[in-house]
């Protein structure tokens, strides 16, 4: 991935709740096929994917869910906002996912939808497993208990 520092780079939307609610074991950066104004539309910022996930099927990797708002001035020749949108992965890449979901138990949850450093938009998901309500209080503890650290250093 590009560094921030990239003036091409651009996170378009992320997911920040996908770390609260999964532990995420391992990340995948993949291309994601869009129509001409779903691209328009991105480079405006109008897109959601917190409700989204991905998911294999019939051999290849699907988003599903994922909103991307109608571009305006594309008329008649617009897209559909919620439509399922084709990820492009290496085959090998795909097994392994397919492996993870089936006999693992683990989910695909896109992370952050970017523009890379070339101008391309890619989608960051991550193969995760979800958090019981015991581990999310531990997870807010451990962030408190690092912010109270933090301020303690600060002042001594």
């Not at 897109?47 to 708002?69: K, R």
């Not at 305006?72 to 949108?85: I, L, N, P």
């Not at 090998?92 to 979901?101: G, N, P, S, T, V």
């Amino acid at each position: 991935m590009a560094t921030k520092s990239d003036p091409n780079y651009k996170i378009i939307a992320e997911n920040r709740r996908a770390r609260f609610d999964y532990f995420i074991e391992s990340d995948l950066e993949v291309g994601i096929v869009l129509t001409g104004s779903e691209v328009k539309s991105l480079r405006t910022g109008q897109s959601n994917i917190a409700e989204s996930y991905a998911s294999v099927e019939g051999g290849e990797l699907w988003l599903i869910n994922a909103y991307i708002a109608a571009y305006k001035q594309a008329g008649v020749f617009g897209h559909e906002e919620r439509r399922r949108r084709k990820l492009l992965v290496s085959r090998k890449e795909l097994a392994r996912l397919w492996q993870a979901i089936g006999r693992e138990g683990m989910t695909l949850v896109p992370l952050v939808m970017y523009f890379n450093d070339r101008g391309m938009v890619k989608l960051k998901i991550g193969v995760a497993k979800g958090k019981k309500n015991h581990d999310k209080r531990e997870t807010d503890a451990k962030r408190d208990w690092n912010r109270q650290k933090q301020r303690l250093l600060k002042q001594g």
